[in-house]
């Protein structure tokens, strides 16, 4: 049975001249809402929308509809002002209470470490590290030392320190002789050759103090050290601390 053309054009719109488009889509809308209620007047079809919404409800959900559509186009497409919203609630969230690179010990530690690497450039020739350097250049100060002595003034556990030793003992830049009061000791000593790296590299090492230390201001290094000198005391202190709690109880009685 063939369509009435007005049924055609409400169920399917088509671009016909005097029909706007807000007219099809509220008749789509009413027919898509509303239960319908059909009519047979010998052979025409009608359909009625029986209870339909007003005309200005179904307006206001088409606009709502759009802007929706709209917002999410803008979103999809980086629009600044479609993530505002999530960008102010980012910024109202609470600030870690810790932060790393705002951590004092954090920033010691990396400054030490970018120090070290960069004053390896003045020793490293001579085949040595870290730990070595320091002996020899403790060795190059006191003149005779002993391997606690130097663990002590260096910081570096006494495995560390054995270690160095031995490695420039068999360098053969430092020797040792036997403590007859403590045999479990010996004097340790640079020998010639130790004692003319030591000269050699003595120098060296003070241009590259200077090229550090030149970032900060001359009227302000004086106060930089007593910081430098308070914290290392600050840090022995808590320290001793942390050992004494860490300490077995050794029963006695108060």
């Known amino acids: 049975m063939r369509r009435p053309a007005w049924l055609c054009h409400r169920v399917f719109p088509l671009e016909l001249p005097g029909i706007s488009a807000a007219e099809d889509a509220y008749a789509l809308a009413q027919a898509a809402v509303a239960p319908t209620a059909l009519f047979r007047h010998g052979r025409k079809l009608r359909v009625a929308a029986a209870n339909a919404p007003p005309k200005a409800a179904l307006c206001t959900g088409a606009r709502q509809a759009m802007n929706s559509r709209t917002d999410a186009t803008a979103e999809l497409k980086g629009d600044a002002k479609a993530g505002r919203n999530t960008d102010q609630a980012e910024e109202k969230q609470a600030q870690p209470p810790l932060q790393l690179h705002q ?46 002595a130097i663990g002590a003034r260096t910081h570096m556990h006494k495995t560390k320190v ?33 004692r003319a790296v030591y000269d050699e590299l003595a120098p060296r090492a003070l241009e590259f103090t200077q090229k550090l230390s030149e970032v900060v201001a001359p009227a302000d290094r004086a ?24 300490a077995p109880d050794d029963g006695m009685e108060s």
């Open 223 to 246: 106060a930089f050290d007593r910081a430098v000198a308070a914290l290392t005391e600050r840090s022995a202190t808590l320290v001793d601390e942390m050992e004494f709690r860490s």
């Open 103 to 148: 951590f004092l010990p954090h920033r010691l530690n990396v400054l030490s470490s970018l120090v070290s690497q960069a004053l390896t450039r003045v020793y490293g020739q001579h085949g040595i590290g870290i730990p070595e350097w320091r002996v020899l250049v403790s060795l190059g100060q006191f003149g005779v030392m002993t391997g606690k």
């Open 162 to 194: 054995s270690r160095a030793v031995a490695e420039l003992e068999r360098r053969r830049f430092l020797t040792r002789r036997t403590n007859r009061a403590d045999l479990r000791e010996a004097f340790l000593s640079l020998t010639p050759a130790g």
